[in-house]
Every structure is written in structure tokens, then in C-alpha cells.
T-cell receptor, first 113, second 117 residues
Framework: EAGVTQFPSHSVIEKGQTVTLRCDPISGHDNLYWYRRVMGKEIKFLLHFVKESKQDESGMPNNRFLAERTGGTYSTLKVQPAELEDSGVYFC???????????FGPGTRLTVL | AQKITQTQPGMFVQEKEAVTLDCTYDTSDQSYGLFWYKQPSSGEMIFLIYQGSYDEQNATEGRYSLNFQKARKSANLVISASQLGDSAMYFCAMREGGGTSYGKLTFGQGTILTVHP
């Protein structure tokens, strides 16, 4: 069974540019979560999808962040325009039901210059 | 609000010895779950072990065990017979059982474990 995959593994962009991160969850996992770890801080929850619906987006920092999950499969997280403080590692995780263990992808390291 | 505290920024252990990584939590919920994840230098987050708040037995998974002390609100990870490959960052995390959280995890700051040969 393939694990959670994320693309790209690393992205370097300039302030003001747009970046789109992609996450492919484990097949059959309806629940998909995005988290972020900013340098030196804890890993923080961003949002949660159940299939294609946003269940909880209370952790999204501001309206520069837009997440989608087309057809309940893969998800994208777009940052537009990117700011310096958006730099960090963005993790995606998935679970079959929300009370199950979440399995994480390898993360995308975003660097905004 | 939930909170997870890992008070050890870094820990050192000799190969083949046991080590305990501390984690305390704060929640008013009766139903919750506690997790430990390992993050090696390659960056991926690897699930290690889970303990439910109603589980009476401490969870074990191979060389990993979770010392769950509910009254003290602690969920320490014990790694027995440390190996060089155990060198990594370790995160403790908590999930509320229900309500509106729908499974989102709250993480501690992490502990960097270094295993010496």
C-alpha cells in the first residue's frame, strides 16, 4: 500500500509569488489533514478535509492560503501571494476515519525569499 | 485549549540502553488519544505508537512502549535497547475524541534524541 505522497519536496520562491503544494493521501482514506511547522515552532494544524468537504479550517492563517480537494482524492494547498513568514515545512496526513491514526507524508519544505 | 509539553529539547543515550522521552498534556476532555511520531533527518513523520485515554494497559509496539499515567497527564515514550537508527526528532501529539476537533492533532515541541555508539 502506497503511503502519503507530497509534491514538491522542496520549493524556493520569492516573496509575492504563488506556490501550490500537492498531497496524495493513502488510497481509501477519506480524511486528509494539512499541518505546518514553522522554524523552531510546533507543528500546527491547518485544515481537515473529509472527502472533498472542508471539515475544519480553523488553523488556516489567512486568506492567502487556499486548500482544495478535488473529487475527494488528492489535495492542493495554494499560497498566494507568499510572504516570508510562510516558510516552513508543510505536512499532509491522512486517515481512514477521523479517529484513526493519521499517517503523514514526507512534507514539503517551502522557502520564501 | 489543549496543550502538549515536551520539556526535553535534546536527549542523549548510549546504544543498547533504554531512554524515556517525556510528554505531558492538558485537556479537559475525557476521551482523547495520544500519539508519538518519529522524524528522522530525512524529514518524514513516522507513526510509532498510540494510547487511548480509556485504554487500561500501556501501549507497546516492539521496542517502543508508552508509559501512560492518566492522573498525572503524562504519556512518556520509552525506547528500549536504543539503536543508532533511533536518532531523530520525536513528537508527542494529542487528539480530542470528538466534538468539533474531528481528529486534528496538537503537537509538542519535539525532543531530539541522539544515540551514541
Amino acid at each position: 500500500e502506497a503511503g502519503v505522497t507530497q509534491f514538491p519536496s522542496h520549493s524556493v520562491i520569492e516573496k509575492g509569488q504563488t506556490v501550490t503544494l500537492r498531497c496524495d493521501p493513502i488510497s481509501g482514506h477519506d480524511n486528509l489533514y494539512w499541518y505546518r511547522r514553522v522554524m523552531g515552532k510546533e507543528i500546527k494544524f491547518l485544515l481537515h478535509f473529509v472527502k472533498e468537504s472542508k471539515q475544519d479550517e480553523s488553523g488556516m492563517p489567512n486568506n492567502r492560503f487556499l486548500a482544495e480537494r478535488t473529487g475527494g482524492t488528492y489535495s492542493t494547498l495554494k499560497v498566494q501571494p507568499a510572504e516570508l513568514e510562510d516558510s516552513g515545512v508543510y505536512f499532509c496526513a491522512s486517515s481512514r476515519i477521523y479517529l484513526d491514526t493519521q499517517y503523514f507524508g514526507p512534507g514539503t519544505r517551502l522557502t520564501v525569499l | 485549549a489543549q496543550k502538549i509539553t515536551q520539556t526535553q529539547p535534546g536527549m542523549f543515550v548510549q546504544e543498547k540502553e533504554a531512554v524515556t522521552l517525556d510528554c505531558t498534556y492538558d485537556t479537559s476532555d475525557q476521551s482523547y488519544g495520544l500519539f508519538w511520531y518519529k522524524q528522522p533527518s530525512s524529514g518524514e513523520m513516522i507513526f510509532l505508537i498510540y494510547q487511548g485515554s480509556y485504554d487500561e494497559q500501556n501501549a507497546t509496539e516492539g521496542r517502543y512502549s508508552l508509559n501512560f499515567q492518566k492522573a498525572r497527564k503524562s504519556a512518556n515514550l520509552v525506547i528500549s535497547a536504543s539503536q543508532l537508527g533511533d536518532s531523530a526528532m520525536y513528537f508527542c501529539a494529542m487528539r480530542e475524541g470528538g466534538g468539533t476537533s474531528y481528529g486534528k492533532l496538537t503537537f509538542g515541541q519535539g525532543t531530539i534524541l541522539t544515540v551514541h555508539p
